[in-house]
Nanobody, 122 residues
Framework: QVQLVESGGGLVQAGGSLRLACACIVSEKRFVVNTIDWYRQAPGEEREEVAKMPTRGLSELADALKGRSAISINNAKDTVYLQINGLKPDDTAVYYC??????????????WGQGTQVTVSS
């Protein structure tokens, strides 16, 4: 089994900061977590990828977050942290964690977290 646990969302004033966390919990050590990424979906908009964190590789940030955000990983805990500074009202969205996990039985499969709301007030 694979479970994604998100935390860190909330209501913030413009210019403030948030740190989102996503823990990828797997039931067996033989499961391999390939990547833990962050997406967001604003009302009326499509879901978009904002940060990519391969467990072995280089991270990437979407242009919308570059220069004011950072993504990091604690490999021992399979937990990814997304720090966003200088928050803008346009950052208001539900932020979703996504993980790609390999298992011997199913191969590489994607999993989604339940989402965490980020609201930025002007």
């Amino acid at each position: 089994q694979v479970q994604l646990v998100e935390s860190g969302g909330g209501l913030v004033q413009a210019g403030g900061s948030l740190r989102l966390a996503c823990a990828c919990i797997v039931s067996e050590k033989r499961f391999v977590v390939n990547t833990i990424d962050w997406y967001r979906q604003a009302p009326g908009e499509e879901r978009e990828e904002v940060a990519k964190m391969p467990t072995r590789g280089l991270s990437e940030l979407a242009d919308a977050l570059k220069g004011r955000s950072a993504i990091s990983i604690n490999n021992a805990k399979d937990t990814v942290y997304l720090q966003i500074n200088g928050l803008k009202p346009d950052d208001t969205a539900v932020y979703y964690c996504y993980a790609n996990v390999w298992t011997p039985e199913r191969g590489a499969v994607g999993y989604w977290g339940q989402g965490t709301q980020v609201t930025v007030s002007s």
